[in-house]
């Protein structure tokens, strides 16, 4: 039974002339749509296979895309904050050295040194190392109050050579 299935395929795709055929319209009319099924089969599959490629280009395209975009829009948000931090640097400086007034340049110089001295990560660690700074170097803008020297913190000044000036004196000792 075997040697019969192999004389009948080998005779179908044998040309009347005895040779293999060296084209597909040469074959027999079966094997020719045997071949167009197959071929058809593979088409198919290697179309599917491409569309699925495709969709999933196009899915990690949009989502890299949608990353992008918001990675971009931090950015600027990022940018934007630091514009507005310079701009403040710069209005502080100004303010600062018109209040200082001739001591501009000396004054804007001591707090550049202060601040670069001061630590934190926030706001509130950088306001509680300031403080603590402060109190540690002083600011140098610290005054004394004036005292009213004259007796009973009166006006009118008092002569050095006169009795007055002996009347206080005796009852500040409490001395009669």
Same mark, same amino acid.
């Given at each position: 039974?075997?040697?019969?299935?192999?004389?009948?395929?080998?005779?179908?795709?044998?040309?009347?002339?005895?040779? &293999?055929?060296? #084209?597909?319209?040469?074959?027999? /009319?079966? %094997?020719?749509?045997?071949?167009?099924?197959?071929? +058809? $089969?593979? *088409?198919?599959?290697?179309?599917?296979?491409?569309?699925?490629?495709?969709?999933?280009?196009?899915?990690?395209?949009?989502?890299?895309?949608?990353?992008?975009?918001?990675?971009?829009?931090?950015?600027?948000?990022?940018?934007?904050?630091?514009?507005?931090?310079?701009?403040?640097?710069?209005?502080?400086?100004?303010?600062?050295?018109?209040?200082?007034?001739?001591? &501009?340049?000396? #004054?804007?110089?001591?707090?550049? /040194?202060? %601040?670069?001295?001061?630590?934190?990560?926030?706001? +509130? $660690?950088? *306001?509680?190392?300031?403080?603590?700074?402060?109190?540690?170097?002083?600011?140098?803008?610290?005054?004394?109050?004036?005292?009213?020297?004259?007796?009973?913190?009166?006006?009118?000044?008092?002569?050095?050579?006169?009795?007055?000036?002996?009347?206080?004196?005796?009852?500040?000792?409490?001395?009669?």
């Amino acid at each position: 039974m075997t040697e019969q299935a192999s004389t009948e395929s080998t005779e179908g795709t044998q040309t009347p002339s005895g040779q &293999a055929p060296q #084209t597909v319209d040469q074959l027999p /009319e079966w %094997a020719r749509t045997t071949i167009s099924e197959l071929r +058809d $089969e593979a *088409a198919k599959y290697r179309t599917s296979k491409n569309s699925a490629v495709d969709e999933a280009k196009a899915a990690v395209t949009a989502e890299f895309e949608a990353k992008l975009a918001e990675a971009e829009k931090s950015k600027k948000d990022v940018e934007a904050e630091r514009d507005v931090a310079k701009l403040d640097v710069v209005k502080l400086r100004a303010a600062f050295g018109a209040l200082s007034g001739d001591k &501009a340049e000396e #004054t804007l110089s001591r707090a550049d /040194e202060f %601040a670069g001295l001061i630590q934190g990560s926030n706001a +509130d $660690e950088i *306001a509680t190392h300031a403080s603590k700074l402060a109190g540690l170097f002083g600011t140098g803008t610290t005054r004394t109050p004036a005292v009213d020297r004259s007796p009973e913190g009166g006006d009118p000044a008092l002569a050095l050579n006169g009795d007055p000036l002996l009347q206080s004196l005796k009852s500040a000792l409490g001395i009669n």
